[in-house]
């Protein structure tokens, strides 16, 4: 029979575990103060500002039970099916340790196989003598308990959601049991005569035979002949007994709400003590299997599920993982020249200050003397003037012959107004209005075919703004060149003209 009931018992708990209702509850947010209990809030105020690690702890909901069961006596006499009901109430006390009261009601039934002699177990069996008897008992019992309960699995290294709790517990029982027994036949006014049982028979058969003789619920005489504390008002009949008491859970969530668990608790009266009807030397004790339904209370505005369901881990977990509260530095990359380019992409780490330099840190050298922007007196200077001095400055040649020669005129470009293109925040796209007005440009060009355009920028000093004003400058060249069918040689660049807009791209009459 005990393997029934705790098969019954596990197959309703997985059936719950199985439930499409099942959900995981989430942590609170700890920036929450609407949950923080008026007596922590100095805590809260010092923890938001980076004055104390720890944040406080929350105002968290109590836990309502219901409970239903199997209630056996370990003792002499072999347990029969016994039920039993209750409600407890539990509150935490941290993440681990919480406390229980509960109050719980049972029925326990017992049934020997076994003959014995009357005088062999005592009690009110012993007015059988020596004649052979089957003891009985039923134990009607009430319980109130204090328990400690310490929970096992709800610090979690690799997840964060807990939907299933483990755990033990164990405290103190003060218990009423009123232990009666089915030894005299009420209709006769005789004892039983238990000589008339086979004992040779097979188990089944002799409860069968007991039964047909004493019947199933005339348990009418008091088991234990005294010892019993003074009467307690309607507990008259009842030992009054002080126990310890042991056990362990598992209980799984199926809402944010409310809980599912199977629990088995031992409760061990203390002293010299019969809860089975006979008297053989041998303390009895209660087994108590059953099933819960667990119900938070309290306001969600207010409260927080109970701390037994919440992962301590889970505010440092995600503080290491998405920062919010923790005050980090802004990172600052070393750039040894001041060039605006860090030392990590910088291929020129050594860059004289003042120096303007490309996106790789290198500086500037327009007409690529090998003399930088910076230190060139003469910016652009012919590659037939090359080699340059120190300055910058290169030597041209004199012409071989012709020196008399007039040279021509230089050709006659009637290029008329040409446009500055703008471009709006950090974009270099061209939109349809810029290709148009680029469409007009090379018009212009094709009509002019001894004419060029040069592409003036005006970026501002940082690497981002240059680069964004080589991609536009880029962007415009490659649409004249690509799409409107314009020589490469006739469109010219100069990516920093100067000052200007660093929006626009201004288009001028090149040579």
């Known amino acids: 029979m005990a393997s029934k009931k705790y098969s019954l018992a596990v197959g309703l708990l997985l059936l719950a575990a199985s439930s499409a209702f ?3 509850g989430t942590a609170y947010d700890w920036r929450d103060s ?25 105002r968290d909901q109590w836990e309502l039970g219901l409970d239903a069961g199997y209630m056996m006596i370990m003792g002499s006499i072999p347990s029969r099916p016994g039920f039993g009901g209750g409600f407890s109430v539990r509150k935490s006390l941290g993440h681990t340790f919480s406390i229980r009261a509960e ?3 049972s029925f326990a039934y017992g049934l ?6 009357g005088n062999s177990i005592g009690g009110i069996w012993a007015d059988y003598g020596n004649n052979v008897v089957y003891a009985n008992y039923r134990t009607k019992t009430h319980m109130l308990s204090l328990d400690g309960i310490m929970t096992l699995n709800n610090i979690k290294f690799y997840s964060d959601k807990v939907k299933t709790n483990f755990y033990l517990l164990g405290g103190y029982t003060l218990l009423a049991a009123d232990v009666d027994v089915n030894a005299v036949n009420k209709s006769a006014g005789t004892l039983y005569n238990f000589a008339s049982i086979d004992p040779t028979q097979s188990r089944h058969n002799i409860y069968t035979q007991i039964k047909d003789l004493i019947g199933s619920g005339n348990y009418d005489e008091e088991g234990v002949n005294g010892g019993n504390r003074p009467p307690v008002g309607l507990l008259h009949a009842y030992q009054i007994r002080h126990a310890l008491d042991f056990g362990a859970g598992f209980a799984y969530k199926i809402s944010p709400k409310w809980n599912l668990a199977i629990e088995d608790k031992i409760t061990d009266p203390l002293g010299d003590h019969v809860l089975d009807g006979v008297n053989t030397g041998h303390n009895d004790f209660f087994n108590y299997t059953d099933i819960r339904v667990n119900i938070n209370m309290g306001k969600k505005a207010t409260h927080v599920e109970p701390l037994w369901w919440w992962n301590p881990l889970d505010y440092a977990y995600n503080e290491l993982n998405a920062p919010k509260h923790m005050k980090i530095p802004t990172p600052i990359l070393p750039d040894s020249d001041g ?3 860090t030392d990590q992409f910088d291929k020129e780490p050594n860059t004289p200050a003042g120096c303007p330099v490309d996106t790789h840190g290198v ?3 327009t007409d690529g003397d090998g003399v930088p922007d910076c230190k060139d007196k003469e ?17 041209c040649p004199d012409p071989a012959c012709c020196k008399n020669i007039q040279p021509p005129p230089p050709p006659q470009c009637a290029l ?19 290709k148009s007005l680029l469409a007009d440009v090379a018009t212009q060009l094709k009509n002019n075919p001894n004419c060029k355009v040069t592409l003036a920028g005006h970026p501002a000093a940082s690497k981002a703004a240059q680069a964004l004003n080589m991609k536009r400058v880029d962007a415009i060249k490659n649409y004249l060149i690509e799409q409107e069918g314009i020589s490469g040689d006739r469109v010219l660049t100069q990516p920093d003209a100067g000052p200007g807009d660093d929006h626009t791209i201004d288009l001028r009459p090149g040579m």
């Open 22 to 24: 099942a959900q995981d």
């Open 34 to 58: 609407s949950k923080i209990p008026a007596k922590r809030m100095p805590q809260q105020n010092e923890f938001l500002n980076n004055q104390y690690a720890f944040p406080a702890k929350p």
């Open 103 to 105: 109050y719980n009601g």
């Open 112 to 117: 020997d196989y076994r003959p014995r002699t």
């Open 339 to 341: 060039d605006g380019v």
């Open 363 to 365: 500086s500037r050298d």
């Open 379 to 395: 910016l652009i200077t012919p590659t037939i003037c090359q080699p340059v001095d120190a300055d910058g400055v290169g030597k």
């Open 416 to 434: 008329g107004a040409l446009p500055s293109i703008t471009f709006k925040g950090r974009t270099f796209a061209l939109n349809a209005a810029t």
